[in-house]
């Protein structure tokens, strides 16, 4: 019977597959070692200070400044992933696109509860990176990004829903 040909030609398979993903791995951007990140050099100091303490909410939604702000942000430190102006498709996830949802619910309690929501997942991702199985998908932030510097990268991604294109 042809087991042992078999098994031999299962180790091929099995070598062509690992070869494969770790051809894939090194070539998607945000792959494995998504690289250590480096802070942006934008200045923060026009925006309201926020403390040590991590509000759990946008404080800055529709800020413009901070809009401004974390347009420059995100141009120097996101785009390169999350696609220019967060309006062109980057090998990462569209970052408008991150509770948008929350403005379709008619309850409007229901539909704060939801932006909260996703605000809270917005930071905590930021400051934590995307890391599974052992690949760095994102790198974290925590200790690059201050928590100005993120309430503004997330004012500015949302702004960027109501630009028609
Ligand atoms: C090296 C590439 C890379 C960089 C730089 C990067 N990201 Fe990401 N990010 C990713 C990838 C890839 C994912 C999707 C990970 C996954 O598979 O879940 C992601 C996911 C996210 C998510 C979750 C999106 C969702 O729909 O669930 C947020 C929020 C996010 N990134 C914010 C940011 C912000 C803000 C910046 C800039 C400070 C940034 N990222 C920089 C690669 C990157």
Redesign the pocket.
Known sequence: MSTPTRACADTTQRRRSRALLLALLLV????VG??T?VA?TVDLSGLPALGNEWREENPYRGNAHAIAVGRA??AQ??????GAESLEP??????R??GMYCQRLKDPQLAARCTRDADH??LT??LE??I?LGV????P?AGV?SQE??WA??SF?EAQRSVKR
Do not use: D
């Open positions: 998607i951007p945000g792959g998504a690289a990140p942006p942000l995100y430190v996101c785009a390169r992933c999350h980057g090998p990462a996830a569209n970052l696109l991150v997942y917005f991702t930021v990176g995307k599974r760095e998908h994102m790198p932030w990004l510097a993120i990268l997330r991604v």
